[in-house]
Structure formats: structure tokens, C-alpha cells
């Protein structure tokens, strides 16, 4: 019988060129009370320079990975954030940008045109009240008015409304999204990760049981993980180990059989992949119409 480890390497070593997550800063506008990596306006851009994320990004397209997803924080409020998006879209590679679109720049309009580029974002209520509690800052009106930018550009768009209590309006805040022209829109719920955890350690038994299967995150400081959300399971650095090391080595096969191991059997064997009809467990979201946004 093939072990969960046998399966996680496996699955590893088939599933390397997918994509991956670029989270290239922790600093942020807002402080929302679930971010999972508690982003805000106190974070920092960490210790990767525009070389170091150039890098990643040659090696990426040299192994074999087709898509980029740029994350935070509020990833263009890095200052290489334009010239790291043009390298990769020049690069062949896939990009989506992981916006809170509380501030768009003209520079930043004018790259979210570019072709192989989406866009996403997260939207929490139709009120505004209910959106600002989670944001912890009045931001309801700017990112409302930017999908609606968005859309009238005929830039690729996709929302998730992240559900954090019985009272906010996910339904309604959905029926408003898809009538202002979103084309994707997912509900999603809020991870117990970062400030999502109200305080408890992370814990694995929380993941999707699907992270690091043609997956993986880069963090502000070079460490890569099998997802996002697991950020505390570094398997290398990049600045330290080739990037396609990292991604099929025995630190990560060895992650993601602790990770198959936390969530308990089905968690691999069931082979689901990662779609928007059949899973609702594998956040933030992948380019295109996979998988559901970033909480």
C-alpha cells in the first residue's frame, strides 16, 4: 500500500511546474481582524531585494511553473512591485495580482491591462459598516469603486466574499458584485491562521491537506512553503537553495506527509484538484478560475 509519504512525494515531483504564491511584503492600508499572515500598515517589505525576487522569477520559468500569484500584505505597495509583474509577464509566465484595490495608481491601471494579467480582491459586505469592521479602516467605497474600474476596463476580475459571522451580508454583498459585472465570484470562510486564529498556534489539522501539490509560497524573506496558510512549515530558502531544489526535495515531501498525516486519510488519496465546483478548502486562490481568493 503507498504510504502518505510515498503519495507526497509523488504528487511533489509531478506537480512542480503549477504554481506559485509571491508574497512580497507583510505591509498593508488596512488591518483586517482575519488576515492570515496579520498584514498592516506596520509591516515590511523583508529582506528579499528586487534581485532576489528576479531570481525566483527566472528560476520559476526555468522549471517549469506556469503561474505567478502576487499576495500580501498589499503586494503593490512593494516599490518593485511593476518591475517584478513586467519580468514575469515577460517571462511567458501566467500573473495574477492579489489586491485589497483600496489605492490603484495610474501606473498600476495601466499594468493590470496587460495580457496573461488578472486581477482579485476581497469584498466582505454590501454595507459599508460591516465591510470597515473587517478592514479596520473605511475602505469599503474605494475597493467597491475600483472592481467597478476594473470591470469597466475589461480587466479579468474575481471577488471573494470572505463570510466572518452569521450577520454579514455574504449573500447580498455577492448579488451586488455579480450586478456590478464580476464574472467570479466565490464565498469563502475565514482561516484560523495569523490574525484569523484569534491568538491559537497554527495548526495543520486547519489546512486543506492539499498544499505543496503543484503549489507553494514564497515569503517577504525567502522562505518557501507549501501554501500560504502554512507559513510557519519553511522548507528552504531561496536566497539560500536553487528554487526547483526546494520544490522537489525531502524537506517538502516531508511537509507534506505531516500536513496528509494532520488532516487524515482522504486528505491525498482523494486526488481532487483544486476547482471552483468541488473545492472550497484550497485559499487564497490560484490564477484564472481555480480555487478561491485570499481571506
Same mark, same amino acid.
Given at each position: 500500500?503507498?504510504?502518505?509519504?510515498?503519495?507526497?512525494?509523488?504528487?511533489?515531483?509531478?506537480?512542480?511546474? !503549477?504554481?506559485?504564491?509571491?508574497?512580497?511584503?507583510?505591509? +498593508?492600508?488596512?488591518? +483586517?481582524?482575519? +488576515?492570515?499572515?496579520?498584514?498592516?500598515?506596520?509591516?515590511?517589505?523583508?529582506t528579499?531585494?528586487?534581485?532576489?525576487w528576479?531570481?525566483?522569477?527566472?528560476?520559476a520559468?526555468?522549471?517549469?511553473?506556469?503561474?505567478i500569484?502576487?499576495?500580501?500584505?498589499?503586494?503593490?505597495? @512593494?516599490?518593485?512591485?511593476?518591475?517584478?509583474?513586467n519580468r514575469?509577464?515577460?517571462?511567458?509566465?501566467n500573473?495574477?495580482?492579489?489586491s485589497?484595490?483600496?489605492?490603484?495608481?495610474a501606473?498600476?491601471?495601466?499594468l493590470?491591462q496587460?495580457?496573461?494579467?488578472?486581477?482579485?480582491t476581497?469584498y466582505?459586505?454590501?454595507d459599508?459598516?460591516?465591510?470597515n469592521?473587517?478592514?479596520?479602516?473605511p475602505? @469599503?467605497?474605494?475597493?467597491?469603486?475600483?472592481?467597478?474600474?476594473?470591470?469597466?476596463?475589461?480587466? =479579468?476580475?474575481?471577488?471573494?466574499?470572505i463570510?466572518?459571522? !452569521?450577520?454579514?451580508?455574504?449573500?447580498?454583498?455577492?448579488?451586488?458584485?455579480?450586478?456590478?459585472?464580476?464574472?467570479?465570484?466565490?464565498?469563502?470562510?475565514?482561516?484560523?491562521?495569523?490574525?484569523?486564529?484569534?491568538?491559537?498556534?497554527p495548526?495543520?489539522?486547519?489546512?486543506c491537506?492539499?498544499?505543496?501539490?503543484?503549489?507553494?509560497?514564497?515569503? =517577504?524573506?525567502?522562505?518557501?512553503?507549501?501554501?500560504?496558510?502554512?507559513g510557519?512549515?519553511?522548507?528552504?530558502?531561496?536566497?539560500?537553495?536553487p528554487?526547483a531544489?526546494i520544490?522537489?526535495?525531502?524537506v517538502m515531501?516531508?511537509?507534506?506527509?505531516?500536513?496528509?498525516?494532520?488532516?487524515?486519510?482522504g486528505?491525498?488519496?482523494n486526488g481532487k484538484?483544486?476547482?471552483?465546483?468541488?473545492?472550497?478548502?484550497?485559499?487564497?486562490?490560484?490564477?484564472?478560475?481555480?480555487?478561491?481568493?485570499?481571506?
Amino acid at each position: 500500500m503507498t504510504t502518505l509519504v510515498q503519495a507526497a512525494a509523488a504528487e511533489t515531483q509531478l506537480a512542480v511546474p !503549477e504554481l506559485l504564491w509571491l508574497d512580497l511584503t507583510r505591509k +498593508c492600508q488596512l488591518q +483586517c481582524v482575519q +488576515c492570515y499572515n496579520a498584514s498592516g500598515p506596520e509591516g515590511s517589505h523583508g529582506t528579499m531585494s528586487r534581485e532576489d525576487w528576479t531570481s525566483v522569477l527566472e528560476q520559476a520559468a526555468t522549471c517549469g511553473v506556469r503561474r505567478i500569484q502576487y499576495i500580501g500584505g498589499e503586494p503593490t505597495m @512593494h516599490p518593485d512591485f511593476p518591475d517584478l509583474v513586467n519580468r514575469a509577464l515577460n517571462l511567458g509566465l501566467n500573473v495574477e495580482v492579489y489586491s485589497n484595490l483600496v489605492h490603484v495608481s495610474a501606473e498600476c491601471w495601466e499594468l493590470f491591462q496587460r495580457d496573461g494579467l488578472t486581477l482579485a480582491t476581497s469584498y466582505y459586505s454590501d454595507d459599508p459598516a460591516q465591510h470597515n469592521a473587517m478592514t479596520g479602516r473605511p475602505s @469599503h467605497a474605494r475597493t467597491r469603486a475600483n472592481i467597478v474600474a476594473a470591470v469597466q476596463r475589461g480587466i =479579468p476580475v474575481r471577488v471573494g466574499v470572505i463570510a466572518g459571522s !452569521e450577520a454579514q451580508r455574504v449573500n447580498e454583498a455577492r448579488q451586488e458584485l455579480e450586478a456590478l459585472g464580476v464574472a467570479h465570484v466565490r464565498v469563502d470562510h475565514v482561516r484560523p491562521f495569523g490574525r484569523g486564529a484569534n491568538g491559537q498556534a497554527p495548526d495543520a489539522s486547519n489546512l486543506c491537506g492539499r498544499c505543496g501539490s503543484g503549489r507553494a509560497a514564497i515569503s =517577504p524573506t525567502g522562505d518557501v512553503s507549501p501554501c500560504v496558510f502554512s507559513g510557519w512549515l519553511s522548507v528552504g530558502n531561496v536566497k539560500e537553495t536553487p528554487l526547483a531544489d526546494i520544490l522537489s526535495g525531502p524537506v517538502m515531501v516531508g511537509a507534506n506527509a505531516s500536513i496528509r498525516n494532520a488532516r487524515g486519510p482522504g486528505s491525498l488519496e482523494n486526488g481532487k484538484a483544486c476547482t471552483p465546483d468541488t473545492d472550497d478548502e484550497c485559499s487564497p486562490g490560484t490564477p484564472g478560475s481555480e480555487c478561491t481568493p485570499k481571506n
